[in-house]
């Protein structure tokens, strides 16, 4: 897919909120446009009335003054045009960040089965760092040039229309070339971003298994990998930027030929007499106000098709959706007084990924309240399965799974995923403190429910005698602890969802 820049349209939904701010932005753009459109002509009024007569001094005294708060006037408005621009770049650029990781927190395990984890990454960071380049700078600049720039055209026609004719009709003639070459820009830049993001994506997953990689003593081919996938993305970014470049000189060649001709023309007409040396001088400087401003829209045209195939990529994550989510009315499930039930109906699952192999074929069984069930079977019997469908991770494609007489499908995610308490074979510890960990399943723990927890499920002993005790920074990914201590956090996790359920429990039974 080729992004162009109307895929930019993406990012409405992210600027309405800010609709005021936006107009104010657009003022003042317009404010510093028409105070530098009337430099030119302040300097023709200078050039032509300010020498000469018995008040020569004063009068040229005072249009020096016109030329100073002239200046004084873009100063002023360009200040506040690059603040609130700015701001509107940080502001939307943020929103569009919180809105794409808050999005993709909430899609199955299917996606990412299809999509890496260092991909999502590449698009939060390298994607809307793009974005905000647009948003608080280059698309501001560019319509501020693109102001000036019709301004001095329409300056420049108003006072030589047969001239600038002429001028109008060159330029035209740079159009069909420059849309050849800014296809070439947007299919690079978009294959550009896509190699970065395969090198972060690679670095990411090995990051993430770096004991197992050291294990093997494969840092030097994980490096090797790497390198190779960097150079990909260095090439891609190179083919773009000589492209890029191309399609800029020749947006200032063709355009300053141009705009020469029509200052050549002038010069002659100044030399016949038919212009005055003001008006040569406001033609000059109208031309160099064209010429910079067709300039300065080729480089930011590049940027556009860059941020453009970054929100293009943006808006994939934010549009997709997810094949398992809440009913839009869930029903409510009592919470029962002594464990919860579950029945089993002829479940059949196969995983996306993997449609011809069933992990699951004509699974019945049920679970009264109060029992204690192992599920055990050889390596790939479809135990870790059983209990993804049990918190919905997946649907089965047959057969259902009915919690406490509600189908489990019927239930909002939320309310589901709060009755089921969990302490996976492979525990993950956050790069926080042990408190912060335990307090995970129950944010609103207090301090005395974090340690008694913690004292339920061993993990007491050894926290107390760690640095800081539970103020303890564990490190990334729990670095710092062994894995049996690991196991233990988890565990404490697992007890605070326990007096959770429980407190439930108690509200049930006293609001029956």
Do not use: C
Not at 397 to 416: E, F, P, R, T, Y
């Amino acid at each position: 897919m080729n992004p162009r820049p109307t895929s930019l349209s993406g990012l409405l939904p992210f600027v309405r909120p800010y609709k005021g701010r936006v107009a104010l932005a657009g003022l003042f753009l317009l404010l510093a446009a028409g105070a530098t459109l009337a430099f030119p002509w302040a300097l023709r009024q200078l050039i032509d009335q300010g020498f000469g007569g018995p008040d020569s001094a004063q009068r040229l005294a005072g249009q020096f003054m016109q030329l100073f708060g002239v200046a004084a006037s873009l100063a002023l408005f360009s200040a506040a045009r690059f603040y609130t621009v700015t701001w509107l770049g940080e502001r939307i650029t943020a929103d569009v960040r919180n809105a794409v990781y808050g999005h993709v927190l909430e899609q199955s395990p299917a996606f990412f089965e299809t999509t890496q984890t260092g991909e999502v990454l590449s698009r939060l960071s390298n994607d809307t760092t793009l974005v905000q380049t647009v948003v608080g700078s280059s698309l501001s600049m560019g319509l501020r040039n693109l102001v000036m720039g019709t301004g001095a055209l329409l300056m420049l026609v108003w006072n030589h229309p047969m001239l600038m004719v002429q001028v109008l009709g060159l330029l035209v003639l740079v159009v069909w070339p420059s849309v050849t070459l800014g296809r070439r820009v947007r299919r690079l830049s978009r294959a550009s971003q896509d190699r970065v993001a395969d090198a972060s994506a690679l670095a990411a997953e090995v990051l993430n298994a770096i004991p197992v990689v050291q294990s093997y003593t494969a840092e030097k081919r994980e490096a090797e990998r790497f390198v190779d996938s960097t150079e990909q993305a260095v090439k891609t970014s190179l083919r773009r930027a000589l492209a890029r470049s191309v399609l800029v000189g020749f947006i200032i060649l063709a355009s300053s030929a141009a705009l020469l001709w029509g200052l050549y023309q002038g010069t002659m007409a100044v030399r016949d007499g038919s212009m005055s040396a003001g008006e040569l001088g406001q033609t000059v400087v109208y031309v160099i106000l064209l010429a910079s401003a067709f300039a300065v829209l080729g480089e930011v045209y590049g940027d556009l098709l860059r941020a453009a195939g970054a929100t293009e990529r943006l808006m994939e994550l934010l549009n997709t959706r997810s094949v398992v989510s809440s009913p839009a009315q869930p029903k409510q499930a009592a919470w029962p007084e002594r464990g919860s039930s579950l029945y089993l109906d002829q479940l059949n699952f196969h995983y996306p990924s993997r449609p011809q192999t069933l992990a699951l074929a004509g699974l019945s069984g049920e679970i009264r309240a109060g029992q204690t069930v192992a599920v055990v079977g050889p390596s790939g019997a479809g135990k870790t399965t059983l209990f993804g469908l049990l918190l919905r991770f997946y649907d089965p494609q047959a057969g259902q799974i009915v919690l406490d007489g509600v189908a489990i499908q019927d239930l909002s995610l939320h309310d589901l995923r709060l009755r089921i308490g969990i302490v996976p074979q492979e525990p993950v510890i956050f790069s926080g403190s042990a408190l912060d960990n335990i307090r995970y399943g129950k944010p609103q723990a207090s301090d005395d429910e974090v340690l008694a927890a913690a004292k339920a499920a061993f993990a007491d002993e050894f926290i107390v005698q760690l640095p800081q005790g539970y103020d303890t920074f564990l490190g990334e990914k729990g670095v710092r602890l062994s894995g049996g201590q690991r196991q233990r956090i988890a565990k404490a996790v697992f007890q605070i969802m326990h007096l959770l359920q429980a407190s439930k429990q108690r509200r049930s039974f006293s609001e029956n």
